[in-house]
């Protein structure tokens, strides 16, 4: 097997491997050294963009300034979710300095890490649309429910963060090394089913919490005549316009870039008649650019869209600030929110 040949040579550097191996999965031939290169390249560029969004989007739920999202279920999750897209960021910075450093690194490490990543990102999304089910469609059980779990979600997460670590990381030390080759075959197989089911989960679940917002939009528009331009019916058909337009975009984003991912990835493990094709392997490569993209796109997305977390990174990175203002009608000095960019 290629691949193995090349993970024994690649933990000796004497002995350089006659084939190219990307991300520990990907076995290509020497001639698309460039390719590499370049998505090696835009790997770690896009990956180091990831690491600096996702942080500032835990550290604004962390010190939250508005004293609004620290309590919130949704944010907690969140800021799981971040925690998890910086870890997969940092792998891939890793791995990329490790590259242009030609320094030798086991191969299937950049696998176990990412495996551990991508799981936490599949269980925090998982419990996230569950909430986001909860409040939209079941809002009164919910909020009972709710009440209970926000006392011990952060201890659950965590939890969950040293489990799925210690899982996927423990046969790294235990199994021999001619089994290894086996054991990533089969940690890839499992994140991409994980992904799998995660996009059947968005697409039932959204596809329920659409249904509900539409249905909700038709009954204001019976109940406060929006037609009429009433101010409380537009003010909330705006608010579930907004979530339901964030969530789409999201969902949408994910399942587009995910469902070729994964039909990719388990072709080239288990396709004998077209594993060993260049074009899939080539497929194969510049799909993960693509995969990183959503982990820069995810807390992008929530700091733009919503006003609440907007207003929160504002304040959090100083580019909000407070200020007395004088009216120029009235000589009482009034104290309000002043927005101004901050001085390098």
């Not at 909020?143 to 790294?172: C, D, E, H, N, W």
Request: proline share 4%; with cysteine; aromatic share 12%.
């Amino acid at each position: 097997m290629i691949k193995v040949k090349i993970m024994e040579q690649s933990r000796n550097a004497s002995q350089p491997p006659a084939f190219l191996l990307v991300f520990g999965f990907i076995v290509l031939p020497q001639k698309y050294e460039v390719e590499r290169d370049v998505v090696v390249t835009l790997v770690g560029v896009l990956s180091m963009i990831s690491v600096i969004f996702n942080a500032i989007l835990v550290i604004v739920i962390i010190k939250d300034p508005l004293k609004q999202l620290r309590r919130n279920i949704t944010a907690t999750l969140l800021a799981f979710n971040s925690t998890a897209n910086v870890f997969i960021g940092l792998v891939m910075v890793m791995d990329s300095v490790f590259f242009w450093s030609d320094r030798n690194v086991f191969p299937e490490i950049v696998v176990y890490l990412n495996s551990c990543a991508i799981s936490l990102y599949f269980i925090g999304n998982v419990l996230h649309t569950l909430n986001i089910y909860g409040s939209v469609v079941v809002p009164v059980r919910y909020g009972y429910l709710a009440f209970k779990v926000r006392k011990i979600l952060v201890q659950f997460m965590a939890s969950i963060f040293i489990i799925t670590t210690t899982a996927i990381l423990i046969p790294l030390y235990t199994l021999p090394e001619k089994k290894v080759p086996a054991y990533v075959e089969g940690v890839l197989t499992f994140v991409c089913s994980q992904l799998a089911f995660l996009t059947i989960i968005f697409i039932y679940l959204y596809a329920k919490i659409f249904q509900t917002l539409y249905r909700r939009k038709r009954t204001l528009s019976l109940s406060f005549h929006i037609e009429r331009s009433s101010r409380q019916g537009m003010k909330i058909a705006k608010k579930n316009y907004e979530v339901a337009k964030t969530l789409f975009i999201h969902v949408f984003l994910f399942v587009v870039v995910t469902i070729p991912e994964t039909i990719i990835v388990m072709t080239l493990l288990y396709c004998t008649a077209c594993g060993n094709s260049s074009k899939l392997r080539l497929a194969a490569l510049f799909s993960i650019p693509c995969v990183i993209t959503t982990f820069v796109f995810h807390p992008i997305l929530w700091l733009s869209r919503l006003s609440t977390y907007k207003q929160a990174m504002k304040q959090t990175l100083g580019i909000c600030r407070r200020s007395k203002s004088i009216s120029s009608s009235a000589d009482k000095p009034q104290t309000g929110t002043v927005c101004a960019v901050t001085s390098a």
